[in-house]
DNA sequence: CGCCTTTGACCAGCGC
DNA sequence: GCGCTGGTCAAAGGCG
């Protein structure tokens, strides 16, 4: 498990969602965000914020917090976390050289009975992990629109089962799919109700 | 038939 | 250097 920096990275993109996630963070709190040490989940829970609302899934979010990962020393780009000649993967090979070199991520923490969140976008699953010191597997998803290669990662917490951890990497470049019930309430209610 | 999930293998980074 | 762990690939199968 990588640890990664608490650094707020609020780009420059134009997504609703990092927008709207620099306007709710305090830059106060920035620091004491997430020690960067996953085992320590509980760090996600300081941040939560009383949130009530609902899906069309029927899936009750009770709780939401959010936390940005950012990578470890580069600069980041500013319009586009979208490196398109990066994601040449030569068939047969795989190129993992960006480890390090990694977009910043927002994860979310929404206590749910269903780990996969209707944020109106289409994801395809391409991978699962056993996590360690986890029970529960950490699923792997891209968005399928051609040309976004924004991922998720969504994680159930082994210490709270009602606990799901979405972790967001990237920036759509194309509108959402879906108008109903999508992850722009979840935020815009996240703004309304301002609980840290 | 096309899109998606599942799943084992592979690879890279990191700590010891 | 080695082993562990996380992240990704890709083949195979399932489903609408």
Redesign the pocket.
């Known amino acids: ?3 990664y920096p608490t650094i707020f990275q609020s780009s420059s993109a134009s997504s609703h969602h990092s927008s709207l996630l620099k306007t709710m963070m305090d830059p106060n709190s920035q620091s004491g965000f997430l020690e960067g040490d ?1 085992k320590q989940n509980n760090g996600f829970l300081g941040l939560m914020s009383s949130v009530e609302l609902g899906n069309n899934q029927g899936n009750i979010v009770n709780n939401i917090s959010l936390l940005s990962q950012a990578n ?1 020393s580069s600069n980041l780009p500013s319009t586009s976390f979208d490196s398109g000649g990066e ?1 040449e ?12 070199n990694r977009k910043p991520k927002y994860a979310f923490q929404t206590r749910s009975q269903v780990d ?1 969140l209707d944020d109106g976008y ?13 029970k529960f597997p ?5 968005c ?1 629109h051609q040309g976004c290669n924004v ?1 998720k ?1 969504v ?1 159930r917490l082994s210490k709270d089962e009602e606990i799901v951890v979405t ?1 967001y ?1 990237g920036t759509h470049s194309h509108p959402i799919e879906k108008s109903t019930d999508n992850f722009e309430h979840i935020l815009t209610q996240m703004q309304i109700y301002p609980s840290f």
């Open positions: 498990m990588d640890n996953n470890t994601s993967m030569k068939p047969g090979k795989k190129l993992k050289g960006e480890r390090k996969i289409r994801w395809r699953k391409y991978g699962q992990k056993a996590v360690k010191n986890n950490r699923s792997y998803y891209r399928t991922k990662q994680q972790t990497e």
